[in-house]
């Protein structure tokens, strides 16, 4: 393509528009999920694996996990055989263990839009944007708090783009609505502007209710208490405890039948250990506590084993994302979540960068690729995260979505049959003739290869005539034109008026809260 | 470190230098090549694995190779019994493998300081600089025609890096040098400004052979008969042709007992089949070749199996770098190499960007992971590509080579033992307090965490006051500092005026050529 051509298509895009589709078409639009065609990266022997667990086993039996502030926790630790000693609980080594075997190895999450539903677990990969900047960022305006428009914004734009399976959650924290209302608007955003699975609040029992009565009015109660269809992500207070906002929030997710996805947050050095071994048996080890209860208030609720290791910078204390020893961590927490047989979510698109720069995007891409070898099933931070998830980036949410499609192509490995292998080609073509033109060309041509929407490929003539353009430049048109072009799928009036009436009604019953 | 240190660091270094040889120490600086401690990422079946190689077998048997203006070569192929028809060899299946036998899995390249010795093969890698782009680029002077002050300049970040091991070749075209006279000036430089090992020229058999003269003045003539101190970078000009000038080189360096690193350069679609599978079989039938004829100059003498995977747009024709489907490539790659039981040159930071971005940083980091992935043993184009090979950056240069020390920590794995996993730290720590202080924090916080040079980790408010630099511009100054702070590695004094003298008399005995 030409400059000219490029000015042509962020101007018109319809000639975009069709290459789009033609992309989308080959390489998987509209995929609700990705089956990965790859193994898993196997890092550690079963050896060591097994010296992670003994060690994961001893921290559970000998220092324990505290659950404050949730009674019901406590007595269901107190039936299920463990010792509670006020708000310290312990357990015998393979407890945990037995008390998983009831949750899914893998479930569907279903989507108001049944062709989005997706399979989490197993072989299957599903990408979801970022969660819970209080900041966004754009190239325009710099950083500033969030908004309920950001919000929608993100939305609309991972909605707009085939590389994601899922609408997310808390994808910017929406800060110009009062901290216990932002549920209500959150929630009703994806079920409007999206037609992908999406995730609920947390950050109280009562919002985690709300999020699941509101799922209730689109796809009924019926249906709910049957099958998955909101994810909440709930994490440990590392090291070590559970506090009583979170369990309440994973009891009341897994009594509905519905996922809890369990996350300890551990920055080696401060929360946990500053060796890489030990923080990924402490992760396990407060892991499985947090899947463990889910089972105990429902079992056979869908739940998904959750890890999120970071490193620090021992000079600043500044904790550090995408570096090399989180990314290691993940393999080997892949290796353990499969012993498990548990969905995972790990890893994602991480960097301390507060620019959707070069630093960004090593970082970010060395993450992503240990959670696509680790064989996370479920990707969350996927998009946009920069600045140690502080902030939601506008242009690196669509570098990152430009990451994720060619993900798409990554997990499809390599297949192998004679069209693939060419084998009449080099006959056709012989030695030192070019390809270009040959019948095995002509016939592969369409589905070749991955087409990045934000790389540049062009000679540097042209691109330095097209205006010498860096990528974040580029991703600053790509999302406002996404937004001009943003269609909203469609929404049963009856269910979208049902959804009002509900967010208006509980607005109204309380009064405003920033806390 | 505050806005304040960092003007300082850079102004002064001092704090800087200690900082660094802190890091150097925790991480392996100075070792002359990394021993992985990670598994190779094995992506394909035994079964797929075989159908590759009956495809690569079949295009040997049926289509063959040509050798073009070398009849030294085609003598060598009649005595071992492959079919020669003009300059079209054909090969009975097998018949390249048994040659190969001979060829060692893995060899010491050694150094002028021996420390400095690097072992090519087996588990072992190295990371050497791009090769061979007649530009260079940097954010003050934009991209220009790269001179030998360009090319002594990056020997000297290279030299000054901990994180290479390997001085590399042509790192940018010295093009205000007469063509016919580079090679002596650049071999110079490598082995004046570096004390790692290096690479030589492959232009022109005489050149190679000036090169390995010149290594002879260095190391003895008798020393380098029987060990491995250059090695020489052919290439194929794919599909199925090799030109007399890299059979001639090849040949030249086999003779002398140095390496060849033999590799294709195979553009899908355009030098090969759009397909993966069958650009795969392609390249491994091309370097399968190359090696084998390695063995039939000399017995024995060091051959490295290298592959140069690319994609292109079918959009405009325009090659494509660091997608998915050569990273993919790369791992399949790697697989075959190895039950070739050969050396493995694979990959490195591949990019189409113009500028050291977001776009380039996606592309590179995929690129070289799958590098590291697959096995690769030399991973030449290790830091500053930009442009498609077409520019060496300075501020890329530093990105990659802070890139290349984070995977030098990557490649460590994680380490299973009672200190590492922490064994005793949760107990004193106990649930919901910090791990800074603890006693097994300070015992292990110096060796902890790959600290990068280029990454900016501090928080938002403290990289706004210091100027809200972007990655690329800290490299910038990160350059300028390494250059300013180089110092020339001790070189005997009579080797030197001998390698002067060689040089002098060669350029004297020819006129200037520019072709």
Known sequence: MTAEDTVHRVRHGGREARRRERSHKATGHGRPYITRNIPTYDILSEENLQKIEAAADRIL??????????????????????????????????????????APAEFTQHARNPENSARIGGRNVVFAPAYGSPFVMDLDRGRRFGTLQDFENFIKLAQSSPWFHHSGGTICEPTDVPVNKRHLD????????????????????????????????VFGRDFVDENCVILGNVNVNSPLVWDGTMTKSLRAYARANQCAVV?????????????????????????????????????GAPTVFGTFLSSMSLRSGSPTFGTPEPAIGSMVIGQLCRRLGLPLRCSGNFTTSKLPDAHAMTEGTMSMLAAIHCGANFILHSA?????????????????????????????????????????????????????????????????????ETADNEPFEKWEAAGQDDAATRANRLWKQHLREYEAPHLDEGVDKALREFVTKKKAAVPDAWY
Chains 1, 2 share one sequence.
Not at 192 to 198: G, V
Not at 199 to 217: F, L, N, P
Not at 428 to 447: D, I, K, L, Q, R
């Open 61 to 102: 039996a000998e220092t324990g996990i505290e659950f404050r502030d949730d009674d019901v926790a406590l007595d269901h630790w107190k039936k299920a055989g463990a010792k509670v000693d006020g708000v310290r609980v312990t357990f015998e080594p393979g407890m945990l263990r037995e008390i998983l075997k009831s």
């Open 186 to 217: 959150m929630v009703y955003s994806h079920i409007r502007y999206s037609d992908r699975p999406f995730m609920g609040s947390v950050t109280a029992e009562e919002r985690s209710e709300d999020s699941i009565d509101m799922a209730r009015i």
């Open 263 to 299: 996350v300890p947050f551990i920055l080696g050095g401060a929360m946990g250990p500053v060796t890489n071994a030990g923080a990924i048996a402490q992760s396990l080890a407060e892991t499985m506590a947090g899947c463990a209860l889910t089972q105990l208030e429902r079992k």
């Open 384 to 452: 946009g995260f920069l600045d140690g998830l502080l902030s939601m980036s506008y242009e690196k949410f669509m570098l990152d979505a430009d990451l994720c499609g060619a993900l798409h192509t990554y997990l499809d490995g390599v297949k192998i049959d004679d069209n693939q292998l060419a084998v009449d080609a080099f006959a056709e073509v012989g030695p030192g003739n070019h390809f270009f033109g040959c019948s095995h060309t002509m016939a592969n041509y369409e589905t070749a290869f991955w087409d990045s």
